[in-house]
């Protein structure tokens, strides 16, 4: 079609090459250098100017576009042009486009995860609350004042007992007569706390089902409250289940009883629930996403990272954030790379480019509320001028996979986010010992 000066090679694979050749003439044309060079040394494939002529990417979505118009006035089968909407549906999202407010007075140091509290009988009614894990290993319960431009706050309850700076927070959405909280710590240990507004914490029960030393990396309660896993760069996966009272009196009082453990050969490094009774995880070298049902305390599917379905590691996924429908699944990469998946399948809905992560950093991502944009932590691009680099937060449209705002304020790597449960409002906390709220 184009020309193809690499036909005869007996070691390419040609679709694959030119597939390449486009996106790399994307992100040179649109000034992704850095994204640029993670593809090519990725798929093993330079970029050669003048290989495609110019726009080739936008050709080809014209004419898939103009293809899919087609279909949908030609269809004949009764089927809803809104299942279509996968691909390329109208973008009409609501995003976060500014800074609202810094938290005053900072954390005395880094802020290593953040959760918004999710509705509660026991809360206040029209206020916000937040919940911080520091370095320090302080679990902190703080009111915001959203309409006070200046940040004031008010941390009204602060919990010591952790023992080790905190790195995962979640919340029993299903509870009542109080606020149930799920710590897990870089010290191997797991803590489920209580919370009342105008009561101190109460520490209910703690576990100690992974290696000590090795950093609880998530720890999330299933929808319905009824299990728990974590996640442990011991390498294993634990699933617990709420225990009966014959159970919790012989466990010493723990509301919930550990029913398996899975093992893997590298670090599990994130977790999240896709149903009621369904979890999926991603492990350090793996090209696997791993499935398990909880019910069933047994891993059910796996389904590949990889768009070529070989078996070549060539990233890692350090985030995973399923819709809230939970037909989709964003993994966010160590390779500065977001990829959507159609959940329990290999399907690749989107892969999102412009944020870069270091060695160093854990990017992290959200879903916007209407599930039409989705949002990642970034180290930033060095600043030509001072060679520092500005730590952001990256926004993209979901259907045409453009980038369309970047979110700054933070002066050093930003290490958590997180999205309120009905509004569209995210804050993040970093290593500048600070926490960000942007509307």
């Known amino acids: 079609m184009f020309g193809d000066p690499y036909r005869d090679r007996e070691d390419t ?12 003439q994307f992100l040179r044309d649109n000034g992704l250098e850095a ?19 110019g726009g080739a990417l936008d050709c080809a979505l014209d004419l898939y576009e103009d293809y899919r118009v087609k279909q949908v006035a030609h269809s004949s089968d009764g089927a809803d042009p809104s299942d279509l909407q996968v691909v390329l549906p109208d973008h009409t999202g609501h995003i976060c486009r500014s800074q609202l ?20 009988p026991s809360l206040s009614q029209h206020q916000t609350f937040i919940a911080t894990g520091a370095a320090d290993s302080v679990l902190r319960i703080i009111r915001l004042k959203l309409d006070d431009s200046s940040g ?29 909280l799920l710590l897990g710590g870089m010290a191997g240990n797991v803590q489920l706390v209580r919370w009342e507004e105008g009561r101190a914490m109460e520490l209910l029960h ?15 309660f ?33 509301r919930f009883v550990q029913r398996a453990a ?21 492990v350090r070298g793996s090209y696997e996403l791993h499935y398990f049902s909880a019910s069933q305390r047994k891993e059910t599917m796996r389904t590949t990272l990889n768009a070529m379905r070989d078996d070549v590691v060539s990233f890692a996924v350090l985030d995973l954030k399923a819709s809230a429908d939970g ?16 959940t329990k399948s290999s399907m690749q809905l989107g892969n999102y480019y412009g944020f870069e992560c270091d060695d160093y950093s854990l990017p992290v991502c959200a879903f916007s509320l209407d599930g039409k944009s989705v949002y990642a932590t970034s180290t930033g691009a060095h600043s030509t001028k001072t060679k520092l680099q500005a730590p952001e937060v990256v926004c993209w449209d979901i259907a045409t996979q453009r980038l369309v705002h970047r979110l700054r304020g933070h002066k050093a790597t930003i290490r958590t986010l997180a999205r309120h449960p009905t509004r569209e409002l995210i804050a993040t906390g970093g290593f500048d010992k600070q926490v960000i709220l942007y509307s």
């Open 327 to 342: 037909t989709k699944l964003l993994a966010c990469t160590d390779k500065s790379r977001l990829i959507l998946f159609a």
């Open 152 to 180: 004031a706050s008010e941390v009204v309850a602060a919990y010591e007992g952790m023992r080790s700076p905190i790195l995962t927070i979640d919340f029993d959405k299903s509870s009542g007569g109080g606020l149930l």
């Open 101 to 120: 407010l810094t938290v005053d007075p900072p954390h005395p140091k880094n802020v290593l995860t953040i959760r918004f509290l999710p509705p509660s």
């Open 35 to 53: 994204s640029l060079t993670s593809v090519a040394s990725e798929t093993g494939v330079e970029y050669i100017d003048g290989y495609l002529p």
């Open 206 to 220: 703690e576990y100690q089902h992974h290696a000590t030393g090795k950093p609880v990396l998530c720890a999330r």
């Open 222 to 254: 299933s929808p319905d409250g009824r299990y728990i896993v974590t996640a442990s760069k011991d390498r294993t996966l634990a699933l617990l289940e709420r225990a009966n009272d014959a159970e919790a009196e012989s466990s010493g009082g723990g």
């Open 262 to 282: 899975f093992t893997f050969t590298g670090e599990v490094l994130a977790i999240e629930w896709v149903g009621v009774d369904e979890c999926v995880a991603s």
């Open 13 to 24: 694979n040609t679709r694959f090459f030119r597939n390449v050749q486009c996106i790399l």
